[in-house]
Structure formats: C-alpha cells, structure tokens
C-alpha cells in the first residue's frame, strides 16, 4: 500500500514529466502575475532560415535548421541580474494554426534563474516561427 506522501509526490512527477515538453500553439510552464517583469524575449525559426528573417542569426543565411536551443541566464546565480523565473512562454507562430513544432524545457524553468528551452520544428513543417517570451521576478 503507497502512502499518502508517496502517492502524492509520484503525481506531482508525473506531472513534471507531462509538462517537460509539448505540441501545438503554446506552450507554458509556471504563471505570469502582475509583478513579473519580462526578462528576455526573442523570435525563433525553424526551417530554411534567412538573413531576412527578423532576429536571425548573422551566420544562418540559407541554411536549414531543425533543432535550436535557447539559452537565458546561467546555472551559475552570481553571474545573474538577480530575477528567478516565475513563467516561461513559448507561442508556436507557425501558420496556419500554430503546429510548427515541439517545444521542451531542458533544465531551469520556474523557480531557477536559468532555462534551456529546446525547439524542433515537425518534418513536415518547411518552416517553423516561435516567440519565446520569459518572465521573472526581483525575489531577494
């Protein structure tokens, strides 16, 4: 028979498991409350990428790319602006209907002042757009 604490600390892993990567239009982990401020915001694409393309990266001129990582803040706290992470939101821009790709938190996230969020845009898909928008509190 599992106990109460037992049962209750495998849901919540299996809930840190389900919310560890998903598909479609948006994907969220934490809540964003009144106070919190943005702490880094960027466009990510997938797929044949230009030097056109808003926020590209300098040295991705026609090239095709199919898996990115986003990286803010250090898993070092002192190298940090002193924000922990209350929300991190990433909006799947892809038209139509926003199913471009999966989106997944590598490590950081809610409580941390770091994350690694990790994009793939779907085969199928030639070109994938994301925004991938963090929010965080001064908590200190």
């Given at each position: ?29 934490g809540h ?8 880094h ?15 590209a ?31 991190v939101h ?51």
């Open positions: 028979m599992l106990t109460k604490t037992t049962l209750i600390s495998l849901l919540l892993v299996l809930l840190v498991l389900l919310l560890q990567g998903s598909d479609g239009a948006t994907t969220t982990w964003v409350n009144k106070y919190a401020s943005t702490l915001a960027q466009d990510v694409y997938l797929g044949h990428v230009s030097s056109t393309d808003a926020d990266d300098a040295d991705a001129t026609a090239v095709s790319v199919d898996v990115r990582d986003v990286a803010y803040g250090a898993q070092n706290s002192s190298a940090v602006d002193g924000y922990t992470i209350t929300a990433a909006y799947d821009m892809t038209l139509p209907g926003g199913n471009g790709g999966r989106v997944r938190l590598l490590s950081g996230g809610v409580g941390q002042q770091h994350a690694v969020v990790r994009f793939q845009r779907y085969a199928q898909v030639p070109r994938a757009h994301f925004q991938l928008v963090i929010y965080g509190l001064a908590l200190g």
